[in-house]
């Protein structure tokens, strides 16, 4: 199964406003990333946030980590329609993992112009 | 600096057939990954190398057998393609740091196959 779970499914929201999507997570972790894929391509990443650190920016992105509730959100601000992909949220170490990545089932972000 | 690169783009293939999904990356990395990406589902993994000349089992390693050719390269086979084995495979790269902890893995353009 699963350690990472997103939620919303889906998201749709006009250009200028803010997204943000949430991760769940089971075990224990090392770090969290985020990943975004457009459509038809590669998975690109976009920040780490450490187990031991709680917030972290890059540029639009503002990323923050729980891990008394075993959750995250990647949080975009001023969207724009470029920002339109799926959003993937993994994990990495813990108990039941060992040293590999673990993907959530992704966040589907549409920003209309 | 071409990254991660994957051969095919696209395969279409009978059931029975057997095909070999080739990956490779220019950016020395010591660890390399397959996964398969179904419709409305994240990424599984379905083997990796940590290092060259070691391979492991991920979630899903039924069906398919890797190779970890050298550093840079890393094949994924199908012995006798299924149609549940229809997905998009994508291949990735990255560092084992001393924790053994995985950091960023850098990810190729995806392959498509469909098994009829």
């Known amino acids: 199964s699963q350690q990472g779970e997103e939620d919303p499914q889906a998201l749709s929201i006009q250009e200028g406003e803010n997204a943000t999507m949430n991760c769940s997570y089971k075990?224990?972790?090392?770090?969290l990333q985020w990943y975004r894929q457009n459509s038809g391509r590669g998975l690109v990443h976009l920040i780490l946030?450490?187990?031991?650190?709680r917030e972290k920016h890059s540029g639009r992105l503002r990323v923050t980590l729980d891990t008394s509730k075993k959750s995250s959100s990647l949080l975009i601000t001023a969207s724009r329609a470029a920002d339109t992909a799926s959003y993937f949220c993994?994990?990495?170490?813990?108990?039941?993992?060992?040293?590999?990545?673990?993907f959530g089932e992704g966040t589907q972000l549409t920003v209309n112009p | 600096n071409a990254g991660v690169t994957q051969t095919p783009k696209f395969q279409v293939l009978k059931t029975g057939q057997s095909m070999t999904l080739q990956c490779a990356q220019d950016?020395?990395?010591?660890?390399m990954y397959w996964y398969r990406q179904d419709p409305g589902m994240g990424l599984r993994l379905i083997y990796y190398s940590a290092s060259e000349g070691t391979t492991d089992k991920g979630e899903v390693p039924n069906g398919y057998n890797v190779s970890r050719l050298n550093k840079r390269e890393f094949s994924l086979r199908l012995e006798s393609a299924a149609p549940s084995q229809t997905s998009v495979y994508f291949c990735a790269s990255g560092w084992k740091t001393s924790g053994g902890f995985r950091e960023t893995q850098y990810f190729g353009p995806g392959t498509r196959l469909l098994v009829l």
């Open positions: 993994a994990t990495a170490g813990g108990e039941t993992s060992g040293s590999r990545l673990t």
């Open positions: 950016m020395n990395h010591n660890s």
């Open positions: 075990t224990s972790i090392n770090n």
């Open positions: 946030i450490r187990s031991n650190e």
